[in-house]
Protein backbone atom coordinates (compact mmCIF):
# COMPACT_ATOMS: atom_id res chain seq x y z
CA UNK A 1 0.00 0.00 0.00
CA UNK A 2 1.22 3.48 -0.20
CA UNK A 3 0.49 5.11 3.53
CA UNK A 4 0.28 8.30 4.43
CA UNK A 5 1.28 9.74 8.51
CA UNK A 6 -0.01 12.84 9.70
CA UNK A 7 1.37 13.68 12.90
CA UNK A 8 5.06 12.46 13.32
CA UNK A 9 5.81 12.17 17.46
CA UNK A 10 5.58 9.28 18.93
CA UNK A 11 2.87 7.38 17.51
CA UNK A 12 2.99 8.49 13.94
CA UNK A 13 7.10 8.51 13.90
CA UNK A 14 6.32 5.11 15.39
CA UNK A 15 4.34 3.68 12.95
CA UNK A 16 6.24 5.12 10.01
CA UNK A 17 9.97 3.28 11.44
CA UNK A 18 7.42 -0.01 11.91
CA UNK A 19 6.58 0.11 8.37
CA UNK A 20 9.75 0.99 6.84
CA UNK A 21 10.80 -1.69 8.95
CA UNK A 22 8.87 -4.61 8.97
CA UNK A 23 6.76 -4.31 5.86
CA UNK A 24 7.12 -3.38 1.58
CA UNK A 25 4.64 -0.54 1.83
CA UNK A 26 5.34 2.62 0.44
CA UNK A 27 5.20 5.39 3.65
CA UNK A 28 4.78 9.34 3.57
CA UNK A 29 4.88 11.69 6.14
CA UNK A 30 2.99 15.37 7.37
CA UNK A 31 3.53 17.04 10.02
CA UNK A 32 3.00 20.42 11.35
CA UNK A 33 6.85 21.62 11.98
CA UNK A 34 9.03 20.75 8.84
CA UNK A 35 11.95 19.99 10.64
CA UNK A 36 10.51 17.06 12.03
CA UNK A 37 9.26 15.52 8.17
CA UNK A 38 12.36 16.18 6.69
CA UNK A 39 14.46 13.94 9.98
CA UNK A 40 12.17 11.48 9.56
CA UNK A 41 13.32 11.86 5.62
CA UNK A 42 16.58 11.79 6.38
CA UNK A 43 16.52 8.67 7.99
CA UNK A 44 15.23 7.09 5.50
CA UNK A 45 11.96 6.17 7.69
CA UNK A 46 9.78 7.86 5.08
CA UNK A 47 9.82 8.09 1.18
CA UNK A 48 8.55 11.58 1.14
CA UNK A 49 6.79 14.63 2.77
CA UNK A 50 3.15 15.59 1.67
CA UNK A 51 2.11 19.04 3.29
CA UNK A 52 -1.20 19.46 1.32
CA UNK A 53 -2.33 17.13 -0.97
CA UNK A 54 -3.77 13.72 0.44
CA UNK A 55 -4.54 12.39 -2.84
CA UNK A 56 -2.96 8.41 -4.38
CA UNK A 57 -3.24 7.07 -0.94
CA UNK A 58 -4.51 3.52 -0.05
CA UNK A 59 -4.30 4.59 3.77
CA UNK A 60 -3.91 7.84 5.69
CA UNK A 61 -3.03 7.49 9.54
CA UNK A 62 -3.68 10.68 11.51
CA UNK A 63 -1.82 10.82 14.51
CA UNK A 64 -3.29 13.76 16.02
CA UNK A 65 -4.63 15.27 19.53
CA UNK A 66 -8.27 14.38 19.01
CA UNK A 67 -9.27 18.26 18.45
CA UNK A 68 -6.99 18.53 15.94
CA UNK A 69 -8.12 15.17 13.79
CA UNK A 70 -11.28 17.12 13.52
CA UNK A 71 -10.15 19.82 11.76
CA UNK A 72 -7.17 18.44 9.83
CA UNK A 73 -9.79 15.52 8.35
CA UNK A 74 -12.33 18.49 7.81
CA UNK A 75 -9.53 20.45 5.90
CA UNK A 76 -8.27 17.77 3.81
CA UNK A 77 -11.13 15.28 3.29
CA UNK A 78 -11.93 16.81 -0.60
CA UNK A 79 -8.30 16.23 -1.71
CA UNK A 80 -8.41 12.34 -0.77
CA UNK A 81 -8.97 9.48 -3.40
CA UNK A 82 -12.48 7.58 -3.37
CA UNK A 83 -11.82 4.34 -1.60
CA UNK A 84 -8.85 5.76 0.73
CA UNK A 85 -8.73 4.36 4.40
CA UNK A 86 -8.86 7.21 7.04
CA UNK A 87 -7.93 5.88 10.52
CA UNK A 88 -7.08 7.90 13.55
CA UNK A 89 -4.85 6.71 16.60
CA UNK A 90 -6.74 8.80 19.22
CA UNK A 91 -6.75 7.86 22.67
CA UNK A 92 -10.26 8.90 22.97
CA UNK A 93 -13.09 8.86 20.59
CA UNK A 94 -16.63 10.77 21.81
CA UNK A 95 -18.06 12.78 18.41
CA UNK A 96 -15.05 11.25 15.98
CA UNK A 97 -15.76 8.21 14.76
CA UNK A 98 -19.16 9.62 13.86
CA UNK A 99 -18.51 13.15 12.83
CA UNK A 100 -15.66 11.91 10.74
CA UNK A 101 -17.11 8.92 9.30
CA UNK A 102 -20.35 11.09 8.04
CA UNK A 103 -18.09 13.31 6.51
CA UNK A 104 -15.76 11.26 4.92
CA UNK A 105 -18.82 9.08 3.63
CA UNK A 106 -19.36 12.06 1.10
CA UNK A 107 -16.41 12.10 -0.61
CA UNK A 108 -16.37 8.06 -0.81
CA UNK A 109 -13.59 7.36 1.89
CA UNK A 110 -13.85 5.02 4.99
CA UNK A 111 -13.08 6.44 8.06
CA UNK A 112 -12.10 3.96 10.84
CA UNK A 113 -11.52 5.33 14.24
CA UNK A 114 -8.84 3.13 16.03
CA UNK A 115 -6.47 3.19 19.46
CA UNK A 116 -2.70 1.47 19.83
CA UNK A 117 -2.19 0.40 23.43
CA UNK A 118 1.09 1.47 23.31
CA UNK A 119 3.83 4.01 24.68
CA UNK A 120 6.49 5.79 26.82
CA UNK A 121 7.11 8.46 28.90
CA UNK A 122 9.04 11.04 26.70
CA UNK A 123 7.23 11.97 23.29
CA UNK A 124 8.42 13.55 19.98
CA UNK A 125 9.65 11.74 16.61
CA UNK A 126 13.00 11.28 18.67
CA UNK A 127 11.40 8.85 20.84
CA UNK A 128 9.83 7.01 18.00
CA UNK A 129 10.71 3.40 18.25
CA UNK A 130 10.26 0.71 15.12
CA UNK A 131 9.25 -1.89 17.99
CA UNK A 132 7.09 0.09 20.33
CA UNK A 133 3.69 -1.96 19.16
CA UNK A 134 5.52 -5.11 19.35
CA UNK A 135 3.09 -7.57 20.91
CA UNK A 136 0.71 -4.59 22.33
CA UNK A 137 -2.76 -4.50 21.99
CA UNK A 138 -4.69 -2.64 19.07
CA UNK A 139 -8.69 -1.12 19.46
CA UNK A 140 -10.63 -0.88 16.59
CA UNK A 141 -14.47 1.02 16.74
CA UNK A 142 -16.48 0.72 13.36
CA UNK A 143 -19.44 2.22 13.41
CA UNK A 144 -22.17 -0.24 12.10
CA UNK A 145 -22.07 0.54 8.20
CA UNK A 146 -18.07 0.52 8.43
CA UNK A 147 -17.66 -2.28 5.39
CA UNK A 148 -15.92 -5.60 7.27
CA UNK A 149 -13.33 -5.76 4.51
CA UNK A 150 -11.63 -2.32 6.02
CA UNK A 151 -12.41 -3.40 9.33
CA UNK A 152 -10.04 -6.32 8.38
CA UNK A 153 -7.62 -4.34 6.01
CA UNK A 154 -6.80 -2.26 8.96
CA UNK A 155 -6.37 -5.25 11.60
CA UNK A 156 -3.56 -6.64 9.02
CA UNK A 157 -1.85 -3.35 8.87
CA UNK A 158 -1.78 -3.42 12.26
CA UNK A 159 -0.57 -6.94 12.76
CA UNK A 160 1.90 -6.46 10.24
CA UNK A 161 3.89 -3.51 12.43
CA UNK A 162 3.82 -5.69 15.55
CA UNK A 163 0.37 -5.69 17.45
CA UNK A 164 -0.82 -9.36 18.21
CA UNK A 165 -4.20 -8.84 20.36
CA UNK A 166 -7.25 -7.20 18.98
CA UNK A 167 -10.30 -5.72 19.80
CA UNK A 168 -13.28 -4.66 18.52
CA UNK A 169 -15.93 -2.39 20.06
CA UNK A 170 -17.76 0.48 20.20
CA UNK A 171 -16.64 4.09 20.54
CA UNK A 172 -18.92 5.03 23.59
CA UNK A 173 -17.59 1.69 25.66
CA UNK A 174 -13.63 2.33 24.41
CA UNK A 175 -14.30 5.51 26.34
CA UNK A 176 -15.52 3.83 29.30
CA UNK A 177 -12.63 1.64 29.22
CA UNK A 178 -9.88 3.66 28.50
CA UNK A 179 -10.52 5.90 31.30
CA UNK A 180 -10.53 2.79 33.85
CA UNK A 181 -7.13 1.30 31.97
CA UNK A 182 -5.06 4.30 31.35
CA UNK A 183 -6.03 7.73 31.93
CA UNK A 184 -7.09 6.74 35.86
CA UNK A 185 -3.43 5.53 36.26
CA UNK A 186 -2.18 8.60 35.16
CA UNK A 187 -4.31 11.20 37.10
CA UNK A 188 -3.53 8.42 40.18
CA UNK A 189 0.32 8.59 39.50
CA UNK A 190 0.37 12.16 39.22
CA UNK A 191 -0.90 12.92 42.21
CA UNK A 192 1.19 10.28 43.76
CA UNK A 193 4.32 12.37 43.01
CA UNK A 194 2.96 15.29 45.21
CA UNK A 195 3.62 13.74 48.64
CA UNK A 196 6.31 16.15 50.21
CA UNK A 197 8.16 13.19 51.02
CA UNK A 198 9.22 12.22 47.83
CA UNK A 199 12.16 14.61 48.30
CA UNK A 200 13.39 11.93 50.60
CA UNK A 201 12.60 8.71 48.40
CA UNK A 202 16.24 8.08 47.53
CA UNK A 203 17.95 5.20 48.70
CA UNK A 204 14.15 4.26 50.28
CA UNK A 205 12.14 3.45 47.20
CA UNK A 206 11.98 0.19 44.88
CA UNK A 207 9.88 -1.36 42.51
CA UNK A 208 6.58 -0.17 43.51
CA UNK A 209 7.74 3.43 43.59
CA UNK A 210 8.33 3.54 40.30
CA UNK A 211 5.70 1.45 38.92
CA UNK A 212 4.06 4.14 40.65
CA UNK A 213 5.67 7.00 39.52
CA UNK A 214 6.35 5.91 36.13
CA UNK A 215 4.12 7.89 34.20
CA UNK A 216 3.93 10.91 35.86
CA UNK A 217 6.55 12.66 33.23
CA UNK A 218 3.46 12.56 30.80
CA UNK A 219 2.90 15.12 28.09
CA UNK A 220 0.71 17.73 30.02
CA UNK A 221 -0.50 19.15 26.80
CA UNK A 222 -1.60 15.46 25.49
CA UNK A 223 -3.13 14.34 28.44
CA UNK A 224 -4.74 17.57 29.79
CA UNK A 225 -7.04 17.17 26.43
CA UNK A 226 -7.52 13.61 26.23
CA UNK A 227 -8.82 14.26 30.52
CA UNK A 228 -11.19 17.00 29.18
CA UNK A 229 -13.00 15.23 25.73
CA UNK A 230 -13.31 11.83 27.99
CA UNK A 231 -13.84 13.94 31.22
CA UNK A 232 -17.42 12.27 32.30
CA UNK A 233 -16.45 8.75 32.13
CA UNK A 234 -12.94 10.09 33.88
CA UNK A 235 -14.82 11.40 36.76
CA UNK A 236 -17.46 7.97 37.06
CA UNK A 237 -13.77 6.01 37.29
CA UNK A 238 -12.20 8.64 40.42
CA UNK A 239 -15.22 8.56 42.28
CA UNK A 240 -15.31 4.47 42.35
CA UNK A 241 -11.29 4.64 43.40
CA UNK A 242 -11.88 7.56 45.68
CA UNK A 243 -14.65 5.23 47.39
CA UNK A 244 -12.34 2.67 47.58
CA UNK A 245 -9.48 4.88 49.09
CA UNK A 246 -12.21 5.52 51.97
CA UNK A 247 -12.89 1.88 52.76
CA UNK A 248 -9.24 1.56 53.57
CA UNK A 249 -8.75 4.92 55.19
CA UNK A 250 -11.92 4.06 57.01
CA UNK A 251 -10.07 0.40 58.60
CA UNK A 252 -7.02 2.14 59.38
CA UNK A 253 -8.71 5.11 61.46
CA UNK A 254 -10.57 2.63 63.20
CA UNK A 255 -7.62 0.29 63.79
CA UNK A 256 -9.97 -2.70 62.04
CA UNK A 257 -7.49 -5.10 61.31
CA UNK A 258 -9.95 -7.69 60.11
CA UNK A 259 -11.40 -5.35 57.59
CA UNK A 260 -8.19 -4.35 56.33
CA UNK A 261 -7.26 -7.70 56.19
CA UNK A 262 -10.58 -8.84 54.18
CA UNK A 263 -9.73 -5.53 51.86
CA UNK A 264 -6.10 -6.26 51.14
CA UNK A 265 -7.09 -10.10 50.36
CA UNK A 266 -10.52 -9.16 47.76
CA UNK A 267 -7.98 -6.76 46.08
CA UNK A 268 -5.08 -9.64 45.31
CA UNK A 269 -8.44 -12.13 44.52
CA UNK A 270 -10.00 -9.70 41.92
CA UNK A 271 -6.12 -9.39 39.96
CA UNK A 272 -5.70 -12.81 40.05
CA UNK A 273 -8.96 -13.62 38.54
CA UNK A 274 -8.08 -10.82 36.17
CA UNK A 275 -4.92 -11.99 35.19
CA UNK A 276 -6.86 -15.66 34.53
CA UNK A 277 -9.38 -13.83 32.56
CA UNK A 278 -6.53 -12.18 30.17
CA UNK A 279 -4.40 -15.73 29.95
CA UNK A 280 -7.72 -17.01 28.62
CA UNK A 281 -8.98 -14.09 26.24
CA UNK A 282 -8.42 -14.61 22.89
CA UNK A 283 -6.48 -13.16 20.32
CA UNK A 284 -9.30 -10.93 18.73
CA UNK A 285 -12.17 -9.77 21.48
CA UNK A 286 -15.43 -8.20 20.04
CA UNK A 287 -17.10 -6.06 23.40
CA UNK A 288 -19.82 -4.21 21.11
CA UNK A 289 -22.67 -4.00 24.46
CA UNK A 290 -22.40 -0.22 25.87
CA UNK A 291 -21.87 0.38 29.15
CA UNK A 292 -24.63 0.85 31.72
Not at 191 to 218: C, N, Q, W
Request: net charge negative.
Amino acid sequence: MKILVVGLGLIGGSICKALHTFTEHSVYGCDANPSVARTALEQHVIDGIITNDCGGFDMIVVSLYPEIVRSWVTEHVQSMTAGTIVIDVAGVKVDIPETMGKLCSEYGVHYLSTHPMAGKERFGFDASDENLFQGANFILTPLPDTPKSVTALVKNFAHQIGFRRFVVTTPKLHDRMIAYTSQLAHVVSSAYVKSPVIELESGFSGGSFHDMTRIATMNEDMWTMLFMENRESLLEELDVLLGNLQEYRGALADADEERLYQLIADGRKRKEDNLQRRRNSPSVIELMKEPD
